[in-house]
């Protein structure tokens, strides 16, 4: 089945079919990073009263435009799932991942609830599924329809690598070199993370020109995480996606006394895939 799809294409259909795959869960797409701390919030003492209630009242009457004219575009979801860029996709996708669980949840918080926790804005309860600040920047639930198509798109992105590599790995980003050819994707085992490389699109299916084993650190109430990787003759490499643009993957050979760094932005593998 290839269900290669774009932002907007299919997503009604496949999402019914993929919420039978799993159940309904208040699960992260960021990790809870913030502890409260009220005088570092953007709001300081001032809850926004009139926008929470705004956005209240959207999710509890389903009102996809109106929530959707609240976002700040792009609302990111967990890979490989695409973000939601503006304010049209949001209206298409709404009835996906505002379902009856997370209406529910906020028609049956109070006001008073919501609180602010650090540089994330505001949230409500001990789940914290949305998150606003000037606007609803991060949402945090995942519906047991998008956990089901992430899955789905997971592993036929993960089948389109060469068989030896396919064993049980996630998915994590697909890195796109900015000014040159080279495709790089970080997936996921247990506790371990893979660093491949491919010379461009055409040899995505392929041997990976570069292959390390590594791990991943946050630091920080904002979890800024770092990826370090290395293979068995030497060769290391580190990433760093919370920097400051230009983001760079880098790669040394100390045997070779040789470093290459990759200005590289995140894409989607199945937009590229040959």
């Known amino acids: 089945m290839n269900i290669f799809i ?31 701390e009220s005088s570092d ?15 209240m009242r959207t999710l509890s009457e389903n009102d996809a435009p109106g929530f959707a004219a609240l976002c700040v575009y792009p609302i990111p979801r967990p890979y490989p799932l695409k973000s939601i860029d503006d304010s049209i996709s949001m209206v298409d996708y709404f009835p996906i991942i505002a379902d009856d669980s997370l209406r529910t949840y906020i028609r049956k918080s109070k006001l008073e609830d919501w609180e602010s926790y650090g540089w994330r804005g505001w949230s409500v309860g001990d789940s914290r599924p949305i998150w606003y600040d000037e606007g609803v920047q991060i949402i945090d639930y995942v519906s047991p329809a998008e956990s089901g198509l992430q899955k789905i798109l997971a592993r036929e992105e993960i089948m389109s690598l060469a068989p030896q590599y396919r064993d049980g790995w ?10 040159g050819n080279k495709v790089f994707r970080i997936d ?56 400051e643009p230009p983001v760079k993957i880098f790669i040394k050979n100390p045997k070779l006394k040789k470093e290459n760094s990759y200005e590289v932005r995140q894409g989607y593998w199945r937009d590229i895939l040959k």
């Open 6 to 36: 774009n932002n907007r294409m299919g997503w009604k259909s496949l999402a019914l079919a993929a919420a039978c795959l799993t159940s309904v869960a208040f699960t992260s797409c960021h990790d809870a990073k913030a502890e409260k």
């Open 41 to 55: 919030s953007s709001y300081a003492e001032t809850r926004p009263d009139a926008a929470l209630k705004e956005l």
């Open 170 to 179: 996630t998915p994590v980003m697909t890195l796109i070199e900015i000014d």
């Open 188 to 243: 996921s085992k247990n506790d371990s993370y893979r660093l491949m490389g491919f010379d461009d699109a055409k040899h995505m299916r392929d041997l990976p020109s570069v292959l390390m084993i590594g791990s991943v650190s946050k630091e920080g109430s904002a979890g800024y995480a770092t990826y370090t990787f290395s293979d068995s003759i030497g060769s290391e490499a580190e990433f760093f996606p919370d920097a």
